[in-house]
């Protein structure tokens, strides 16, 4: 329940940049939440596996679908008709328009065999990318049953051994020791700052490693 609880509507921003800094990669709507999440894939031995991020709360019902018009905008239909969300009204219609300020956010996360490769939207303070501390990494999967819902099971803590930042500072690899297949890899970030001192607008990830590379 630490992104979401009831995903519901897919849309890919195929703007081409009109909706921000993230083209090619998915939203996700949460309907209990009413949150829109943010999922960058990549292929692994040719599986789609990849990370989630938030994105957006604080929507005012039950997000359900979403669409991105060729202008750029994102509109959310939401309800919490027959079901409770956070947001609170029973329908609610929402839009969302990229201010065009660039948001300090782990643009991507990629599967190393060796751990994680993160990209960045704007260059890293060296410093806090390269300082283990900044960093704190878990993972645990769920139970597939017919019964509603999973606790999670199966955690394990990760070392990080290492933290390379990328000579143009728009990078950061991520050696780690411990990786489970199969499991949620949670990151934290809380320590990684941009190279104007800022921390990241949201500074979690999650994972999941179904295939090493």
């Known amino acids: 329940k630490k992104m979401g609880q009831s995903a519901s509507g897919v849309v890919t921003d195929t703007t081409k940049g009109k909706f921000g800094p993230f083209a090619g990669q998915m939203f996700v709507g949460d309907q209990t939440f009413s ?19 938030p994105f957006r709360s604080g929507f005012g019902s039950g997000s359900l679908s979403a669409h991105i018009d060729p202008s750029g905008a994102m509109f959310v239909g939401g309800t919490n008709r027959g079901w ?65 819902g999973s606790p999670e099971v199966d955690h394990t803590e990760p070392t990080i051994t290492r933290a390379v930042a990328s000579d143009d500072g728009m990078a950061v690899r991520l050696y780690v020791d411990g990786l489970q297949r199969g499991h949620v890899h949670e990151l934290h970030m809380d320590g990684v700052r941009n190279s104007d001192g800022l921390p990241l607008l949201h500074a979690q990830a999650y994972y999941t490693l179904n295939y090493i590379p």
């Open 35 to 53: 949150t829109m999440m943010r999922v960058a894939l990549e292929k692994v031995d040719g599986h789609y596996q990849g990370a989630c991020f």
């Open 84 to 148: 409770g969300s956070r947001g609170n009204k029973p329908y609610a219609l929402d839009r969302i328009v990229w201010s065009g300020k660039l948001p300090f956010e782990v643009h991507t996360m990629s599967a190393r065999k060796d751990g994680f490769e993160l990209k960045f939207t704007q260059p890293v303070d060296e410093t806090t990318v390269s300082n283990l501390e900044s960093y704190k990494m878990s993972t645990y999967t769920y139970i597939f049953q017919s019964s509603y």
